[in-house]
């Protein structure tokens, strides 16, 4: 039954000293202290470390919550992991610890924090995207094709599989092509 402690700073932040201080008046040794600083998810070597030094019964003390896990979703993952091989969490700044069943309970409210912000961007993304449309923004992929090419094509009286072939492109291109012509005719 080890204590160990875990620190990270995001790009943006110069120094795990505030960190690294905090967890040895925790009563981690400073030996025990694993760091990552400035790095992508990927790179989180100490984190790796941290996770391969650890056994049933031991305790990860961290600063805060956001330290630990970079998302909500990665949090939770990592909540869930550290709790199915019997380590417990303790974040000191948020005054909460993984001990006994209170990982559940954690992992549960973190969940549906997470749903519920995945729910609200997608509903902003949505808005935006309607008010984008009703401002005449198209979305997609540029068309690639010559469409008028195909209905020029078309109108000589060439058939799908010639303007197939002459174009480079498929036959059910050509279908779907003058099918959309077709529609856009009967709506002007």
Do not use: C, W
């Amino acid at each position: 039954m080890s204590i160990f402690g875990y620190a990270r700073t995001s790009p943006r932040q110069q120094s795990l000293g505030a960190q690294v201080a905090a967890l040895e008046s925790a009563g981690v040794d400073p030996g025990r202290i694993f760091t990552d600083q400035g790095t992508s998810s990927a790179g989180r070597d100490g984190l790796r470390l941290l996770q391969a030094a650890t056994h049933q019964g031991d305790t990860v003390v961290v600063t805060e919550l956001d330290r630990l896990g970079r998302t909500i979703g990665e949090l939770i993952e990592l909540i869930t992991a550290f709790a199915a091989r019997g380590v417990t969490l303790r974040f000191l700044d948020d005054d909460l610890s993984t001990e006994g069943s209170t990982a559940k309970v954690i992992v549960s409210v973190l969940s549906a924090v997470d749903r519920a912000e995945r729910q609200r961007i997608h509903e902003r993304t949505s808005e935006g995207r309607m008010e984008a449309k009703e401002k005449g923004v198209k979305f997609g992929r540029k068309p690639t094709i010559d469409r008028d090419r195909v209905q020029t094509l078309r109108v000589r009286g060439f058939g799908a599989a010639t303007i197939a072939r002459q174009m480079n492109i498929g036959r059910s291109t050509v279908y779907k092509i003058l099918q959309s012509l077709s529609k856009n005719e009967h709506v002007q």
